[in-house]
Each structure stands twice: as structure tokens, then as C-alpha cells.
């Protein structure tokens, strides 16, 4: 794989630095300028860079300053890496990166990555989207200094009463609960909140709709942490053996597949 001269904005994962994907790893390895989310990246995944290549942190500097950045590397004909945490489609904050990259006229790429609502239900074993129980998932946030559209409201989605996601929003789990309960949610709709999932110092709780808040404040919980609440989260789906996809039921047939016919 070779580089062009322009910004590869790449998901560098929830955390785990062997959760990159290959191509965002390469894009890492060979670009000749890193700009990276230095608050939620870990330094450790950066150190695959090449070592003469330009590495800055992004923390700290305004969304001008970074695309300005980007725009003269472009310009000198050198490749850019824009790391960001997990995957930049989901609350990456690019839209208005690349905006500007457009503008300017710099070519960009976006390279998927692991977003941390994966790396969430990976860390506590759970299947988001259970057969006959929940078939959907919601990404979503409390509204907090950034406000939610109209009709995106916690209240209103969780009518849905499917798995939901929330980004963003640690300190805002009494607020979530709230919506939750109007939303017409049992009290003991089981709740899981993974604290900087697959970090070193990764926290996981196992709880309910009503201990929620108790919950994440016995364990300091107020940042880098995902809610998963629903049905699906409940510990003990395993064990129970209820739900189960028709994929690999013998009696359903499909291309690959001949199922077997049940005789009287």
C-alpha cells in the first residue's frame, strides 16, 4: 500500500491498540504526518509511525489550526494520517474537517474503525441484537452543551424498546434514566456501562435501570464510558438457551443449506 498526498482520516479504535484495522495500521505506519486525538488515542498506537514522520496532538488545538495543518502537508505533497478514536462516522467530529478539506481542495480517504459500542458488547460478552427479543440498535447521546434535534430525545426513542447505545452522556445517567421510565421502561431492564473499553484500566458494571446512577458513582464513573441498556444486556441470556437464530437451525434452508424435512 502507498500513500497518496492527502489525509487519510483513520479510526484508530476504542483503545486497544491491536484494534486498529490493517489499513488503518499501514495508513499509521507509512504516513508522513500524524495528527491524533491525543485525549482518547493512546500514545502507544502512535509510536508506530514511522520515525521521521511529523507527529502533533490535536487536543489542544482548534479545528482551523488542524486543518490549516493538513492543507499545507497536502500542499508539499506529503500524506496525512488524521487519527481519530474508534470510528470517525460515529460522534467523530469530521464533517466539518472535511468540509474545509473540500474546500481547500485536498483529497481525503476515511478508514473505518472499531467504535466503542462494539468493543462495549465485546467486553461484557453480549449479542446487541438478540433473535425474537431485539432486532435493533440505537446510537445515540443525552443532550448536554451539544443539544439533541428535535424529536431525538431519550424519551422518545426508548419507545422503541430496543437496545440502546449511549455515547457521550456518563454524566448525565440520572437524566438517562428519567427518559428511560417515561418512555414506559421496567425498572429492572438491565444496564451495562463499560468504562474505557479495552484500555488497561477498563471498568465494567452490570446493573439495572434503577441502580444505574448508584452504580456509576461507587465506581467514579463520569467519562469515557458507554451505556448499552435493553433486554439483550441481561447476563443470564446464556444460560436461558430461549433465543436463537434460524441461521443455523437445521430446518431452515437456504442457498447454502438444504434443511431437513420434518416426517410425520
Not at 451539544?146 to 437524566?175: D, F, N, V, W
Not at 446512577?213 to 438457551?241: F, N, Q, Y
Amino acid at each position: 500500500m502507498s500513500l497518496e498526498p492527502k489525509v487519510y482520516i483513520v479510526g484508530a479504535g476504542p483503545g486497544d491498540v491491536e484494534l486498529i484495522t490493517v489499513k488503518g495500521m499501514r495508513v499509521l505506519q507509512q504516513a508522513d504526518v500524524v495528527i491524533y486525538t491525543d485525549s482518547l488515542v493512546r500514545d502507544e498506537l502512535v509510536e508506530f509511525a514511522k520515525p521521521d514522520a511529523s507527529v502533533y496532538k490535536s487536543a489542544g488545538m482548534a479545528l482551523e489550526d488542524i486543518v490549516n495543518l493538513m492543507v499545507t502537508a497536502v500542499g508539499e505533497g506529503k500524506s496525512v494520517a488524521r487519527v481519530h478514536t474508534g470510528d470517525p462516522s460515529v460522534f467523530g467530529a469530521i464533517l466539518e474537517q472535511v468540509a474545509m478539506l473540500r474546500k481547500a481542495g485536498v483529497a481525503y480517504e476515511i478508514v473505518p474503525g472499531v467504535s466503542s459500542v462494539f468493543a462495549a458488547a465485546a467486553a461484557v460478552g453480549a449479542e446487541l441484537t438478540v433473535p425474537d427479543l431485539t432486532q435493533t440498535v440505537i446510537l445515540t447521546r443525552m443532550g448536554g452543551r451539544t443539544p439533541m434535534p428535535q424529536g431525538e430525545q431519550l424519551s422518545g426513542l426508548a419507545r422503541h424498546h430496543c437496545t440502546i447505545a449511549l455515547y457521550l452522556s456518563a454524566t448525565l445517567a440520572k437524566k438517562a434514566v428519567d427518559e428511560f421510565l417515561e418512555a414506559g421502561w421496567d425498572t429492572q431492564t438491565p444496564v451495562a456501562v463499560v468504562h474505557k473499553a479495552t484500555w488497561p484500566d477498563q471498568k465494567i458494571i452490570r446493573t439495572t435501570l434503577s441502580g444505574l446512577v448508584r452504580a456509576m458513582g461507587d465506581a467514579h464513573i463520569s467519562s469515557h464510558a458507554m451505556i448499552l441498556a435493553g433486554w439483550a444486556l441481561h447476563p443470564e441470556l446464556p444460560e436461558k438457551g430461549d433465543y436463537k437464530s434460524k441461521l443455523y437451525d437445521k430446518s431452515f434452508t437456504h442457498r447454502y443449506r438444504k434443511g431437513e424435512v420434518a416426517v410425520d
